[in-house]
């Protein structure tokens, strides 16, 4: 008998576990709740333009996600990117060795892992329910689909607290990892502006992050596309201000900090991830009840970066698989 399992989310914890779940020969159909996949490891578009306004980055420490990033280096779907860095106002300059990023935008790095598999975009799940055949997932719209022998949820803390309906106990747990909103602004200049570095960390109070875009290999735009992140104390004061009147601030700050003339951006739009960083996690790979057959992944579970959030969705993927096989 074929083992039906469902995802929610497909971030890259999401489709970590559907393709443990697939290659181990369950039927897997993955809910997310955005247009597009990839979550937090995200490329938006403005006309032409790529911005990664999410994740800016990834590493490998673990031997698994390392044979992944081969992997997509391998496929053409990453490559390594050696900026020069700035950090701090004190300007210590240095390199960086082993980060490497989508191709051609940091979206690429999931493309993989949705291969093959059957994936509803669009579909926000509400919260599931247990009934006597299996697992039932119902959406906003009071429609459903199922039954599942499994459910592996896979979307940030607060968010799975919500869908997680009978299981009291799993979703108190979660509350005790905590993630952090986040502004990214997103600039095109059609001169090239910013001054020598191709990123400038932790430059002040309000700006956590600030990167020629168009430095990643790929990109390639005249001009130059600029992705500041603002930090999380500053987001967390503005997270309901307009998304303009923050573009407009954060731009200020950077040629504040640089000392620029004024310059007026071709291209320039806010975003603001809600559940951006992780603050504090739950030091575990994963959350699972072999006895309700539901768990829950992330990179808040274990750490705060796309490694983390693979390695917590890959691990629940496994569980997944031996306690149904
Ligand atoms: C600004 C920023 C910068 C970062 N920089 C780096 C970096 O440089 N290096 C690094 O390693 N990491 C970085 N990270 C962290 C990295 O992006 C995350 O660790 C990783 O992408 C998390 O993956 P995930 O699958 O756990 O969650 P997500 O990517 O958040 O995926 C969750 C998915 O679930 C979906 N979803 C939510 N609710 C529902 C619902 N009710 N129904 C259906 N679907 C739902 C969401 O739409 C989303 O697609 C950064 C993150 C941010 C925000």
Redesign the pocket.
Known sequence: MTHRTAV????????SCARVLRRAGHYVEV????RI??????TMRNGLVPYD???????ARSAQFREFVDELVGSGYAAAWTPRVTTGPNNQQGTVANWYVGVPGMASIVRPLAEGVRIHTE????TISKGPKGWQIWFADKSSAGPFDAIAV???AP?AQ??LGPLNEMASHLARARLAP?W?LMVRLDERTLPEQDVYSDMSEGIR?IARNNSKPGRGTRGETVVV?ASPQWSREVEDADAEAVAEELWNEVTNIFGLPAVQPSQMSAHL?K????ERHLSESFVYSTEARVGV????CLG??????FE??FGLGRSIVNSLD
């Open positions: 929610i989310g497909a971030g890259l914890a999401g489709l809910f997310e709740a955005d996949v990839g979550g937090r490891m995200a306004h999410g994740a800016q980055y990834i590493t579909r926000q799940v509400h896979c979307v940030p968010q919500l869908m986040c990214a992050w992140h991830w559940y951006g960083l992780v992944a992330g990179d808040w705060r970066l796309a490694e983390h959030a917590s969705g």
